[in-house]
């Protein structure tokens, strides 16, 4: 892709081809089905359809970027060839199941999707009209690099975020329905997807606010970083912290619920930070801990018969911290020699023993084995328990909130400063006098208090725990977290957080295509924005001599 | 000064009491386990075999592990789908036709070479392909980046092939020929064990001939002892790093045909814990290191098989088979704490690691 | 700075507590929270929505994908409650109970869901019973087994049912099938972890000893495990010498390597072996294969010779391309028409076409269900949700179909 031809012809048949190949598996592998049942615009427009149309439109339009240049009617044509071979592709995997039994091997290439792709009509005829949409989507994508680009952007913005309010629209509706009735809700949404007059108000609105911020932004000239003193620091964090209090009741169970889970791992997020993001040990058994914090909270309080001391909650959450940030000691002492690599795999079989442990014979009689342990009791304050997510939130706010101002101290303080010089470079950090032993402990010991933590609530919260719970993907998905967001960078894992735990969550509905589409978002996101959501300096700094490095190359 | 020594004796007493602690609980279990004797020489025999069988998988699986992480330094995570897609895409699309026409009963060698090829052609393609889009742009980035892409190719090609042939588990043809056993010393093999063991033992010396051998192979060698160096001496570094992928998916790709043979049955999910053990292998053996990943995986499966009923049976625990991982992770740890470069790895490793 | 950060902090965290204990109430029993034994009221020319909450991602996709299956057929086939269309929502359950959980509170926060058909797994179930039954709405499981969701000194919950038989029951069944009926006095058996399976083979190694046998292994593989001749082996050198029976409840993939594995380990040839419905699939046939004479199967007793099975059938396999792919979606069927017997029972016309369903009612109904007759048999719920009909068969492979040997 960097070295352009001069006339881009190639480039354009290459983009069709992979414009193609992206619809083409996109059906053959179910997606298009499934999506096709959910309409984006009551009964127009399916995500189905997104999924066949858009890959040419935007290819087009990022092609149509580069060789602008080239005057627009020779960019309408490569773009309607790029739309042209994607569509011509589709038919031909219709066509190819028609004549051939392609269903006894590719499960998913059911007579439904063949309907979806020829429209319901004859083979030629639905072809003519997929090659027609396709092409008519990929010239509409490139001609928008033709746009100027303050309305451009304003159309794109628009576009994403009226294909968003589509995607989001049952969590939507239901809220709306909650504040302002079902008839409002109605107006506005069909129970899962967006009516077609809204949708044009919420384009053409969203169109013109980004409009006006675009051409606002144009005009100010740069303004001088503002120096606040703290008092108006904290002045500022005051909508945050009543937004914060209110969430809930702006949320509902079901959104709040999501809220709580995405705290869980922001919590084990905050803690794996410090180990990685800071004190840059790879580890990749991170469960280890959380698993610790759960059983421990567990034992100590469940009502059941493997209880033994059926403690109150705020009675043993300091232990379960405690507990934890032992264990994070204990399994970190064998590991303080070694690096990188070495010490990833060590850390993911600390993680597995103490999974396997968790759910053998050998340990049932005092944890459960793979019956695991019931009748944990949900917390309780003032004699009134909390049950419902809403109430639980609040806990887990606390519990983040402290997280989060404990790592900042931390990360500004003495200890902060020897974790990065360690992470910078071990042999120096030592020979200016660093304990290293002490400081990886250390790090090992915080890190694995706050994973301890947010097991010690994640078990009330589930009044039940399984062995299963505590699985390799969970460390998986705390350290892509982490760096998805930025690595050592607190706001960084809160996005993160938001990103990988919340939207599979919210994408439920998308089933087994969600962890495809995970595996996905962390690919695109590392390869278009290594460096994470919210960089943390260092890590901008470090990238950024990277590029150096290459340039030398 | 005074203090940091103080601190460092601690911990290594603590390490010297963890290894002592770990050989004894190996010696007593062990020690019980001969005594009450409840297995024949034949048993025995038979565990070492089993244990060889699966380490040649591991192995073969871990070489693509230890080239990548020669050249490139980072821990292919994807590596178990790479394996997974070539045989389950084989499977699918060519063994299960082939065995449904009779085609296979009457060519079994035929049918099983063409399976095989389109195996590692799968594999290669995809480790290809992975190459290209998820790893060259993060060539130069911090290396947690491509382990993370690595991660997220894991999780896409997984449910990928679970969308193109489903979800079931798919069972492999069997192959009239390799069915049954042959007389071995005081007990019988199984002929798909005598196939793995060749096969590997074959592929290994065919891999050290290409890489020692080949212009490719010594273009391989060079950029994973200095990338910059090899550019100069005209090497594209490009391409000895697409050549690396494709070296280890065509183990991986074979590894997967010796898998259907042997268990007879392919699935999305199988790459996973292959992939893991294999990972740990390669890190057993010293990771970038190809005997290492060897010896490796031939350890790895004999812990798996050997231990569980020698270190653990004496000792009484309960379902003690359950608890094979976790001799192999304490293996790992214990031999990592003796020799932090893993078995074979040079001392170079710890360096720059 | 710092003092004044650490107490507006503090001053946050306090405030959240108290606002989990007297605030939040107040927000949970407002216009947000369903009412406890509200009415769901279905609109003229609205459908009647009813949930599903089985596994559809991860290693166990096939159990809980082809219950859902099984729900939808019985959607097709009733097409239309007193003119109101019917519409699924199919959620995810995980099989973890953290997406027990959430699949749970997405459930509870849409008013107009009438029933839930779910969890797959176990140890969703726990979890998700708590949640559905706090909402007040109703869940009926088509595949979970653990004893403890219909123990009321554990798991179980007010508004819980399934129509999968307890793992007593057919723990039982194989045991007295393998001491009883061929005869075997030792055995052995094998479970994987998870809590269905380790259940099961617990309750089968209780019957066996009930009955007077031995059991001289009791042992345990990972999921995933590939290799089972170390773990076969070690059991055919048991103290109590090589097992006669050997029971191993696990699903597809371990099932059939443990099947094949175990007629090459020496000391095993002649051991019977057995396993369950975790095994019971066309593809656990296939991947088994030629191991299949000698082991038996149980499984719930399907008489799945009738008019409703044979459209049942020709319906899955024109809809999703391929026989069905596990055990549970006739319970899952089973349970959808439970559920949509009940909606047109309880629920109550109103004179512009909109349909009220009480949900107190429903729940009243289910429970009250008595001699329904399903696929899987007649069903009646006792008073812990316990509907299945508790016939368990043992089955055979004979060229690649399962076949009922006993009872």
């Known amino acids: ?553 | 000064m005074k203090d940091r020594l103080k601190n460092l004796d601690l911990i290594t007493a603590f390490l010297w009491l963890l290894r002592a602690a770990i050989i004894l609980v190996v010696a007593w279990g062990t020690f019980k386990t001969l005594l009450s004797n409840p297995y024949t020489s034949r048993n025995w025999l038979d565990f070492i075999i089993f244990g060889i069988a699966q380490g040649s998988m591991y192995a073969l699986i871990a070489i693509g592990y230890t080239l990548v992480y020669g050249v490139l330094k980072m821990i292919n995570f994807a590596h178990g789908e790479f394996f997974m897609s070539g045989i389950f895409t084989a499977t699918s699309a060519l063994a299960i036709p082939l065995a449904a026409s009779g085609f296979m009963d009457q060519h079994p060698l035929l049918s099983l070479l063409a399976i095989g090829l389109l195996s590692m052609l799968i594999s290669v393609g995809i480790a290809l392909l992975t190459e290209r889009i998820a790893y060259r742009p993060l060539r130069h980035a911090p290396r947690l980046m491509p382990l993370i892409t690595a991660i997220g190719a894991s999780f896409f090609w997984q449910y990928y092939f679970r969308g193109l042939f489903g979800s079931q588990v798919r069972p492999f043809p069997t192959v009239a020929a390799l069915q049954g056993s042959i007389p071995f010393l005081n007990t019988t093999v199984l002929k798909t064990h005598v196939l793995v063991v060749v096969v590997t033992v074959l592929a290994l010396v065919a891999l050290n001939f290409f890489i020692t051998k080949t212009r490719a192979g010594m273009a391989i060698r060079s950029v994973s002892e200095n990338k910059d160096v090899a550019a100069l001496m005209g090497i594209n570094v490009d391409r000895a790093i697409s050549m690396t992928f494709a070296t280890g998916a065509t183990m991986a790709g074979l590894a997967g045909l010796l898998y259907a043979l042997v268990y007879g049955q392919v699935h999305f999910f199988m790459g996973f814990i292959p992939g893991i053990k294999a990972f740990t292998a390669a890190v057993l053996g010293g990771i970038g290191n190809i005997p290492g990943a060897a010896v490796g995986g031939l350890l790895l499966g004999l812990f798996e098989s050997v231990g569980p009923s020698l270190f653990l049976q004496g000792l009484g625990i309960p379902a003690f088979n359950q608890l094979k991982d976790v001799i192999a992770f304490t293996m790992l740890v214990l031999v990592l704490i003796f020799r932090p470069q893993g078995i074979m790895g040079e001392r170079l490793a710890e360096k720059k690691a | 700075m710092s003092k004044k950060a650490f107490s507006i902090l503090a001053l946050l965290v306090v405030t959240s507590l108290l606002l989990a204990a007297c605030g939040a109430p107040a927000a949970s029993g407002g216009a947000d929270a369903p009412a406890a034994e509200g009415d769901v009221v279905v609109a003229a020319g609205d459908p009647i929505r009813i949930a599903s909450a089985l596994v559809i991602s991860g290693p166990n996709t096939d159990l809980g994908l082809d219950s859902q299956h099984g729900v939808e057929i019985a959607i097709e086939f009733k097409g239309e409650i007193k003119g109101h269309a019917i519409e699924l929502q199919a959620e995810d359950d995980g099989c973890s109970a953290e997406g027990g959980q959430a699949a749970g509170q997405k459930i509870v926060s849409d008013p107009s869901i009438v029933a839930v058909i779910g969890t797959s797994c176990s140890g969703s179930g726990v979890p998700m019973a708590q949640v559905v039954s706090d909402a007040g709405y109703v869940m009926v499981s088509p595949s979970n087994t653990a004893p403890s969701l219909t123990d009321p000194a554990q798991a179980w919950k007010p508004g819980y049912l399934r129509t999968a038989h307890n793992d007593k029951v057919q723990g039982a069944a194989m045991a007295e099938y393998a001491y009883s009926v061929l005869g075997l006095s030792t055995a052995a058996a094998i479970h994987d972890g998870d809590p269905y399976t380790e259940g099961l083979a617990n309750a089968f190694r209780e019957s066996f000893e009930a009955l007077g046998g031995s059991v001289v292994a009791f042992t345990a593989v990972n999921v995933g495990d590939t290799d089972m001749r170390p773990v076969l082996t070690s059991i055919a050198a048991s103290e109590g010498g090589a097992p006669a029976f050997l029971f191993f409840p696990v699903f597809t993939a371990e099932c059939a390597h443990l099947a094949t594995q175990a007629l090459e380990v020496a000391g095993l040839e002649n051991t019977v072996r057995g396993a369950a419905d975790g095994c019971f699939s066309a593809a656990s046939a296939e991947a088994i294969g030629d191991a299949a004479p000698g082991m038996y199967f149980s499984g719930p007793d399907l008489s799945f010779s009738g008019d409703v099975y044979n459209q049942f059938a020709a319906a899955y396999q024109s809809n999703f391309g391929t026989a069905p792919i596990s055990v549970f979606h006739a319970h899952a069927f089973d349970a959808t028409n439970m559920v949509f017997a009940c909606i047109e029972e309880v629920s109550v016309e109103g004179a512009d076409g909109s349909l009220t369903i009480n949900r107190q009612a429903m729940r009243d109904c289910l429970y009250a269900t008595s001699g329904f007759q399903g696929i899987t048999g007649s069903l009646t719920c006792n008073e812990y949700g316990d509907c299945a009909d508790p016939k368990i068969a043992v089955y055979e492979i004979v060229d690649g179909e399962y076949v009922s040997v006993w009872p």
């Open chain 1, 1 to 553: 892709m960097d070295n352009l031809t001069s006339s881009g012809w190639r480039q354009a048949l290459l983009q069709g081809f992979v414009a193609g190949l992206i619809t083409v598996s996109a059906s053959t592998i179910g997606m298009v089905e499934l999506f096709g049942t959910r309409y984006f615009l009551a009964g127009l427009f399916t995500m189905g359809q997104l999924l066949l149309f858009a890959p040419p439109a935007v290819l087009a339009f990022s092609l149509a970027g580069k060789i602008k240049s080239q005057g627009i009617s020779i960019v309408t044509v490569k773009a309607a060839a790029i739309g042209a071979i994607s569509g011509a592709m589709l038919a031909l995997l219709v066509w190819a199941n028609q004549t051939f039994p392609l269903r006894t091997v590719l499960i998913n290439l059911s007579p439904k999707l063949m309907g979806l792709l020829t429209f319901d009509r004859s083979l030629a005829e639905g072809a003519l009209i997929l090659i027609g949409v396709s092409v008519a989507t990929a010239v509409f994508g490139a001609l928008l690099q033709f746009v100027p680009r303050l309305y451009r952007q304003a159309l794109l913005s628009a576009i994403i975020t009226t294909l968003g309010v589509g995607l989001l629209a049952p969590l939507l509706f239901e809220r709306i329905r909650n504040f302002f009735g079902q008839s409002v809700a109605q107006l506005v949404f069909t129970s899962s997807a967006l009516q077609v007059v809204p949708a044009i108000i919420i384009f053409a609105a969203s169109a013109a606010l980004f409009y006006f911020r675009g051409k606002a932004a144009l005009n100010s000239k740069p303004k001088a970083e503002q120096k606040l003193n703290p008092r108006q620091k904290m002045l500022r964090q005051i909508p945050l912290a009543i937004f914060l209090l209110i969430l809930p009741m702006l949320l509902g169970s079901y959104l709040t619920e999501i809220t709580n889970n995405v705290g869980i791992f922001l919590l084990m997020g905050l803690g794996l930070n410090i180990v990685v993001g800071l004190a840059g040990l790879l580890d990749l058994g991170y469960v280890a801990f959380f698993a610790i914090g759960a059983y421990t909270m567990a034992v100590l309080t469940s009502t059941g018969p493997l209880g033994v001391a059926q403690m109150s909650f705020w009675a043993a959450l300091p232990i379960c911290v405690a507990v934890s940030a032992l264990a994070g000691v204990l399994l970190g002492t064998p590991v303080l020699r070694m690096r990188g690599d070495y010490l990833a795999i060590v850390t993911l079989g600390f993680g597995e023993i103490i999974r396997i442990l968790a759910l053998s014979d050998l340990l049932k009689p005092f944890i459960g084995g793979a019956q695991g342990i019931l009748q944990i009791p949900k917390p309780s304050i003032a004699g009134i328990t909390l049950i419902s997510p809403e109430q639980l939130y609040y806990v887990i706010l606390g519990g983040a909130l402290l997280a989060a101002f404990i790592s900042n101290r931390l990360r500004e303080s003495r200890v902060g400063r020897t974790w990065i010089a360690m992470r910078e470079d071990e042999d120096v950090a030592e020979a200016m006098g660093i304990n290293l032993v002490r400081t990886k402990l250390l790090a090992f010991a915080i890190g694995a208090g706050f994973s301890g933590l947010a097991g010690a609530i994640f078990s009330p919260k589930l009044t039940s725990i399984f062995p299963h719970s505590f699985n390799l993907l969970i460390s998986i998905n705390i350290l892509s977290l982490i760096i998805v967001g930025g690595l050592g960078s607190i706001p960084g894992t809160i996005v993160g957080a938001l990103v990988l735990v919340g939207l599979p969550e919210l994408l439920r509905e998308f089933a087994e295509f969600r962890w495809l589409m995970y595996g996905l978002l962390l690919v695109v996101m590392m390869l278009n924005r290594p460096e994470g959501f919210i960089p943390s300096d260092v890590i901008r700094r470090e990238l950024h001599s990277g590029d150096e490095h290459r340039a030398e190359v």
